[in-house]
C-alpha cells in the first residue's frame, strides 16, 4: 500500500519506520529543510512513562489563577478570543476532576509503557544510538503537599505494574549524587528507575536515514497546502502545483494539524508553547546522572554525553513564538538551584517550540471516518516518550493488524458526545497482572501454586540446609515483583539487581537478601547498608572499598572462591588470606564461603571443584554455600548450610533436559499461550514462511499463530519444533516471522481461528522447544518480551 505522512518529527518517522518495516511503500512530506527540525529539535529529552500524565489535573484551575501574578509559573495564558481557544480550554477545565484525570493518566501510561517497549525492540534491532541513557527518572518535591500527593499518581503506577521508588529528602542523593548540596531544601522524591533518556533529534535523524535505507521516500522542503477530498476519502495532498497521491495518508503535523484538518476531521489539538535551553556540561559530577523532574516549576533536566537539557512550561498563547527572556530566567533558576556546578548556563542556547496538546493529554491515534486518513498526532509534552508506541500502534492498525494494546480510546472518536471509554482494567490490560480481555491472544500464565510446590522440592531434596531462592533476571524472565510472595517460604532471596533489592525491601521483605555479584561500585555500600543487604566478595578491590566504607553497621559476606568456573573468585590458595582480612574488618559480620559448580550438571560432576574448596578452606571453620540447581538435585553431599536453587524453582531442567528432572515432582511455572488467527489450506509444492523454508508435499492445513520472535519466541526454532493446538502435539513449519508462526494442522483437523495453542507450558516443556531451537530453558524464559501480557493464578 502507497502510504503517504505529513510530517518528519519524530511521530512522522516513527510511523514511516514501522509502516515500511510492515511492507508499505512510504513517503513522508514535510515543508523543513530534514527530520526533526521543530518541535522534536530541542525537547527535554526524557523517555518517562510513569510520568505520563495530562496537564489536565485536579487543582490545576485555583493553581492557574495564582500562575497568573508569578513570574516563575509553569503555566501562562494569553486569551486570543477565538472560539477555537475558548473551546479547546473549556475541554480541558472538564478534565480537571479526579476521575477524569486518573482515566487520562492510566492510558496515557498504557501507550507511554508500550512505547518504552517498542524503543527497547528497535534499538536491539537496529544498534541505533542517540546518546540514550537508562538511570531512570527523579521526581522531586518541594512541598510536603506535594510528596503526598505523589500517593495519587502511585495508585495509577501499581495498577500499571510500573516499578517506583518514594523517597525523602535524605535519600535523594543515593539515586542522585549531584543533589547531596541540595536535597535538605526538598521534601523527597518520586523515583521510576525503568525511564530512559536521549536526544529526541538526533533519534528521530539517524531513524530517518535508516528508513530512507529501507525504502521510504523524503520530501524535505514541501509545504502541504492542503488534503484534496471526495465523498469519504481523501484522494490527494496539494503541494503547490503537484497532489501527491496515495492509498492513505497519515497526519503527523502535530500542532499544525488541527489547520490541516478544517472541514474534513474536527480535532482538539493546540499548540502549547514550551521553552528549553542546552546547556553545556563543566563538572560531570556536577550535572544529574539521568532526568530529574521539578514538580513545582513543570521543568525537566536531562543529562546526555555533554550537555544538559533543561525544558518545560507551558503557554496557552496560540501559534507564537517569541523568545521571553523572563521564561529563559525560570530555566536557569531552576537548573542553579538544583545543579549549581552542573554546566556552562552563559553558554546555553535558548529554545522555543509548539507542542500538540490534546484537551485530556492522551494524543489522538488511529482512523477517522474518511477511510483512508488516518491520525497520529496531539502527543502534546510526550512525543519522545510516546512516539515509537503509537508508530507501532498505528503501523498494526492502518495494516489490519491486532495491535498489543487496547486503543479504541485513543481515537478521535472519543471526542463525540456518545463515546463511552473501555472499562479502566480493560484499557491498561497489557501491563496487568489481572487477567483482563486482551486484544492480541498471546499470554504468559504464571501458576504460583506450582511455585510454592517447587520450592516444597528443593527443600525435600536438601532437608538440613536453608535456601535462597534465585530470583535474579528479573525472577528468570517472570517478574520478580509477580512471583515474590509465592516464594515467602524462602529463607531468603539472591539476585544481582539492586534495585529489585530495594522493592522487595519496600514491598514488606524482611529476610535476608544474598547479592550474588557484590556491589558494582563502592557507592552501592551505603544502599546496602541502608537496605541490609548481604554481599558477596570476589575481587580484591571490593575489599579495599568494604574496608574504606563507612557503615553504619557489619555486613554479613559471602567470600566467593572460584573452583573452576573461571568467572568471579579468589583463586582457592588466596581464600584463606582473604578470608582472615574480612574477619579483621569491622565493616564484616557473619561469613560465609561461597562458590559456583561450572559442571554439576555433567557426568564430570563436582568431583575437581570439591577439591579445590577443600584445598582453599583446610582448617577453617565456616559457613558453606555451594550448590546450584543442579548440585542441589544430584549432589546432595555438597548441599552444607545454604543451597542456591534458580531455575529448579521455575519448573526447568537445569541441565537444558527435561526427562533429567521429570521424575523430581518440579512443575513449569510459565505457560505461553496464544491463538490461531489464520488457517491456510495449501497443495503439494506451495512453501510457508519466509524463504520458503517448509515445502508442502500434498495438500495440508497450516495454522497462523500470534507468536512470533518479538514476543520471545525463538526465531531460529526449525521445523518440527513442538506445539499444542487444542490439546494435540504438533509441530511448528517455516521460518519463525517477527509477529507470527505456521503450524502443521494435520494432526487436529478440527482446529480453526481462535483454537488455543500451547508455546511452552505444562504439556510443551520450554527445555524441548529450547533443546529444538539449540538454546536453553533458561535463555528462554527469560527472552519473554515486554509486550507479552502476564497473568498470575
Known amino acids: 500500500m502507497r502510504v503517504v505522512i505529513l510530517g518528519s518529527g519524530v511521530v512522522g518517522v516513527t510511523s514511516a519506520w514501522y509502516l515500511s518495516q510492515a511492507g508499505h511503500d512510504v513517503t513522508v512530506i514535510d515543508r523543513e529543510s530534514g527530520p526533526a527540525q521543530e518541535t522534536s529539535a530541542a525537547n527535554a529529552g526524557q523517555i518517562s512513562p510513569g510520568y505520563a500524565a495530562p496537564w489536565a489535573a485536579p487543582g490545576v484551575p485555583l493553581k492557574a489563577i495564582k500562575w497568573m501574578f508569578q ?14 481557544q475558548l473551546k479547546w480550554m473549556w475541554q480541558m477545565l472538564r478534565n480537571c476532576d479526579t476521575r477524569h484525570y486518573m482515566e487520562n493518566k492510566g492510558r496515557m501510561v498504557r501507550l507511554a509503557e508500550y512505547s518504552r517497549d517498542c524503543l527497547k525492540t528497535l534499538r536491539a534491532a537496529t544498534g541505533i544510538e542517540y546518546e540514550g541513557r537508562q538511570g531512570g527518572t527523579l521526581q522531586l518535591f518541594r512541598t510536603a503537599q506535594q510528596y503526598e500527593n505523589a500517593t495519587r499518581d502511585i495508585a495509577v503506577l501499581e495498577d500499571a505494574g510500573v516499578p517506583y521508588q518514594l523517597l525523602e529528602s535524605s535519600r535523594l542523593a543515593e539515586v542522585e549524587p549531584a543533589l547531596a548540596e541540595v536535597a535538605h531544601k526538598l521534601t523527597g522524591g518520586l523515583r521510576l ?25 523524503f520530501r524535505f522542503n514541501t509545504p502541504v497546502e492542503k488534503l484534496l477530498y471526495e465523498n469519504d476519502q481523501i484522494y490527494g495532498v496539494k503541494c503547490a502545483d503537484e497532489i501527491i497521491k496515495a492509498d492513505a495518508y497519515v497526519m503527523a503535523f502535530g500542532s499544525y ?38 514538580e513545582t516549576y513543570k521543568i525537566a533536566i536531562t543529562r546526555f554525553d555533554k550537555r544538559i537539557r533543561v525544558g518545560g512550561m507551558a503557554e496557552i498563547v496560540g501559534f507564537n513564538t517569541d523568545l521571553l527572556q523572563p521564561r529563559r530566567e525560570t530555566l536557569e533558576m531552576v537548573v542553579r538551584d538544583l545543579f549549581p556546578r552542573g554546566g556552562h548556563i552563559e553558554q546555553a542556547t535558548f529554545w522555543t517550540g509548539l507542542r500538540p496538546m490534546t484537551p485530556d493529554g492522551t494524543p489522538v491515534v488511529g482512523r477517522t471516518r474518511y477511510k483512508n486518513l488516518w491520525l497520529n498526532t496531539g502527543h502534546g509534552t510526550l512525543g519522545w516518550t510516546m512516539a515509537c508506541g503509537s508508530g507501532q500502534l498505528l503501523s498494526d492498525i492502518l495494516s489490519g493488524r491486532t495491535p498489543a494494546i487496547p486503543y479504541d480510546d485513543l481515537s478521535v472518536a472519543r471526542y463525540r458526545s456518545d463515546f463511552t471509554p473501555p472499562p479502566r482494567n480493560v484499557c491498561i490490560a497489557r501491563i496487568t497482572d489481572k487477567g483482563s480481555e486482551m486484544t492480541r491472544p498471546i499470554q504468559a500464565s504464571l501458576d504460583l501454586q506450582v511455585m510454592k510446590q517447587n520450592l516444597a522440592i528443593v527443600r525435600r531434596a536438601a532437608p538440613e540446609a536453608r535456601v535462597w531462592s534465585v530470583v535474579k533476571a528479573n525472577a528468570y524472565g517472570h517478574g520478580i515483583e509477580r512471583v515474590w510472595s509465592a516464594l515467602g517460604a524462602t529463607d531468603g532471596f539472591a539476585m544481582l539487581n539492586l534495585e529489585e533489592a530495594i522493592t522487595l525491601r519496600e514491598r514488606g521483605w524482611k529476610g535476608p537478601i544474598l547479592m550474588l555479584e557484590g556491589f558494582f561500585h563502592a557507592q552501592d555500600l551505603e544502599a546496602y547498608d541502608t537496605y541490609r543487604l548481604t554481599t558477596c566478595i570476589h575481587s580484591n578491590w571490593q575489599l579495599k572499598a568494604l574496608q574504606n566504607a563507612r557503615l553504619n553497621a557489619p555486613l554479613d559476606i559471602y567470600v566467593k572462591v572460584n573452583s573452576g568456573m573461571n568467572r568471579l573468585g579468589f583463586q582457592p590458595e588466596r581464600a584463606q588470606t582473604v578470608w582472615q582480612q574480612l574477619r579483621a574488618m569491622r565493616n564484616v559480620g557473619e ?44 549432589h546432595p553431599q555438597a548441599h552444607y548450610d ?36 489464520g488457517v491456510q489450506t495449501l497443495n503439494a509444492g506451495e512453501r510457508v514462511g519466509y524463504g520458503g523454508g517448509y515445502s508442502v508435499t500434498q495438500e495440508q492445513r497450516i495454522g497462523i499463530v500470534a507468536a512470533g520472535y518479538a514476543d520471545g519466541y525463538p526465531r531460529h526454532a526449525p521445523t518440527g519444533t513442538p506445539v499444542l493446538v487444542d490439546g494435540i502435539r504438533t509441530r511448528t513449519v517455516g521460518t519463525v516471522s517477527m509477529d507470527m508462526l505456521a503450524v502443521d494442522l494435520t ?14 507450558g505444562k504439556e510443551i516443556k520450554v527445555d524441548d522447544v529450547a533443546s529444538a531451537a539449540g538454546t536453553l530453558g533458561y535463555e528462554l524464559l527469560c527472552a519473554v518480551a515486554p509486550r507479552v501480557p502476564f497473568v498470575t493464578t
Open 193 to 217: 528507575p525503568n525511564d530512559e533518556t536521549g536526544d529526541c533529534q538526533l533519534f528521530t535523524q539517524r531513524l530517518a536515514r535508516m528508513a530512507e535505507q529501507a525504502g521510504v521516500t
Open 642 to 677: 545454604w543451597v542456591r536453587p534458580g531455575i529448579i524453582l521455575y519448573g526447568a531442567s537445569p541441565s537444558g533436559q527435561w526427562r533429567d528432572i521429570a521424575d523430581t515432582g518440579l512443575k513449569p511455572v510459565m505457560t505461553l499461550s496464544s491463538e490461531i488467527i
Open 71 to 84: 513570574r516563575h509559573a509553569p503555566l501562562a495564558v494569553r486569551l486570543d478570543g477565538t472560539p477555537f
Open 747 to 760: 494432526p487436529c483437523p478440527q482446529a480453526g481461528i481462535g483454537t488455543p495453542v500451547e508455546l511452552w
Open 591 to 634: 561469613m560465609t564461603l561461597m562458590s559456583h559448580f561450572a559442571q554439576a550438571d555433567h557426568p564430570e560432576g563436582i568431583g575437581e571443584a570439591m577439591r579445590r574448596i577443600a584445598l582453599a578452606t583446610e582448617g577453617l571453620q565456616c559457613s558453606y554455600s555451594l550448590s546450584n540447581s543442579a548440585a542441589t538435585l544430584w
Open 257 to 294: 494539524s488541527t489547520a490541516m484538518l478544517k472541514g474534513i476531521v474536527d480535532i482538539p489539538v493546540y499548540p502549547l508553547k514550551g521553552y528549553s535551553l542546552t546547556i553545556p556540561i563543566v563538572e560531570p559530577d556536577g550535572a544529574p546522572v539521568s532526568t530529574i523532574l521539578d
